[in-house]
């Protein structure tokens, strides 16, 4: 077996059987083709693509090509992965809520990519919390909290690593058989029973229309089962943030009045119907709807609460956190209002306009390197059909100084259109499948 072998069959358009896709898995993470190779091999799998087989193969590989963690708990051990969106913080809400309800949770999660923010980067929006756990300490987290969220470790599929970096400069990032090996390549390293997949589609997703975000999410949901986690996924609607603020800080910030029952809304729908699917087939609940209800329970009662601080605080976050969130989150010198230029209802939001505004603003990365500013973003961004009056806020600008407040301002009038009739909101859950 070699590189130029296998190559060669994808330029004829043969298909590559497990043999061939674990050989190359195993020679991108040590180093054994080139990135010339590595190009080339990506390349020939987006334009000739693999089938359901072939797929699962190169799933398994890159999974096999580093540490794969295995786990000896008294419950289920559960996980979630979203394929991105804004106002998005899920995560920080389903990861506690599963504990509290019995399940395990060992969430290897990202950073923000493009104009969607990352769950890392929220919670090191938190003073002292590092996401960067050692194995052994990162186990003793998931076993005595029942959840952790933390980076993925050197050891977790380095053939990924590897390959989506080649991607990222040889315009193969939108293969579909590449993504499902990518994402599920790290979520199947964390040893899981059983994982639920968020396809975001619309104006703040990557996805733009229904049918790419159903076939991402078939080809997620049918690679991942086949793999051996059963795995369900919900397509749904990324057309305006989920919570009212977009920024690291100000996200957490929202996390916690929902933890403590000061809010609601799309953001805890979304969590329950993730969830209670996950609940119900981890053997927590008897169906997906008792699950939902388990999971809205452990939010109202506190107990998701006290599972996330007991994770902050073990992960380097101020014991007081949890009585002092609004005083500990940073906070930006610059706060202000855009107000609307005319009355109207919004009408449609540019989700992907919003995130980039943040990412100017510095709360997100322009190149790798960029260090991250954890109190800017917006707040109080206005929902879809919702009325304002000429004059009223938009949103809420938290910059870092007048200037970046001055742009976010222009970003923020292009992003949100204001229409003379009301409009109804888009369902938030558009599919179920698996």
Request: with cysteine.
């Amino acid at each position: 077996m070699s590189a130029r072998d296998i190559l060669a069959r994808l330029r004829h358009g043969e298909a590559l059987g497990t043999e061939a896709l674990t050989w190359m898995a195993g020679a991108l993470a040590d180093g054994r083709v080139s990135d010339a190779q590595a190009g080339a091999f990506a390349m020939g799998i987006c334009l000739n693509g693999l089938d359901q087989p072939g797929r699962v193969a190169l799933t398994l590989a890159m999974r096999d090509s580093g540490q794969v963690l295995d786990w000896d708990l008294e419950g289920p051990v559960l996980d979630k992965h979203s394929t991105g969106g804004v106002g998005d913080c899920v995560s920080l809400i389903l990861a506690p809520a599963l504990a509290a309800c019995g399940a395990y949770v060992p969430m290897i999660s990202g950073r923000g990519l493009g104009h969607t923010g990352g769950t890392l980067d929220k919670l090191e929006a938190i003073p002292g919390v590092s996401t960067q756990l050692e194995e052994a300490r990162f186990r003793d987290v998931v076993r005595d909290v029942g959840c952790a969220i933390v980076s993925a470790s050197g050891d977790i599929a380095p053939a990924d690593r590897r390959l989506y970096a080649v991607r990222d400069v040889t315009s193969t990032v939108d293969s579909l058989d590449l993504i499902t090996a990518s994402i599920l390549s790290k979520k199947l390293a964390a040893g899981l029973d059983g994982l639920v997949l968020d396809v975001k589609v619309g104006s703040g997703a990557f996805m733009k229309e229904l049918a790419q975000a159903r076939a991402l999410a078939e080809a997620l949901s049918g690679t991942a089962t086949a793999a051996g986690c059963p795995t369900t996924a919900v397509i749904s609607d990324m057309n305006q943030p989920l919570v009212p603020s977009l920024g690291n800080a100000l996200e957490v910030a929202e996390v916690m009045r929902v933890l403590t029952g000061a809010a609601t809304g799309p953001i805890l729908d979304v969590t329950a119907e993730l969830g209670g699917g996950l609940l119900a087939n981890g053997g927590l609940a008897a169906a997906a709807e008792a699950g939902a209800e388990a999971l809205r329970a452990a939010v109202r009662d506190g107990r998701a609460l006290e599972r996330f601080t007991r994770m902050l605080s073990a992960m380097g976050a101020p014991a007081d956190f949890a009585e002092n969130w609004e005083r500990i989150l940073p906070k930006a010198p610059v706060i202000r209002a855009v107000p609307a230029p005319r009355g109207g209802y919004v009408s449609a939001i540019d989700g992907a306009a919003l995130g980039m505004a943040v990412v100017n603003l510095g709360g997100g990365r322009v190149v790798e390197a960029d260090l991250i500013d954890p109190a800017v973003g917006l707040s109080q961004v206005r929902r879809l059909g919702e009325e304002v009056c000429a004059g009223a806020p938009l949103a809420t600008i938290h910059a870092a100084g007048e200037a970046a407040a001055d742009a976010a301002e222009a970003a923020v009038l292009a992003a949100i259109t204001l229409g003379d009739t009301a409009i109804e909101a888009p369902d938030l859950i558009l599919e179920r499948i698996g």
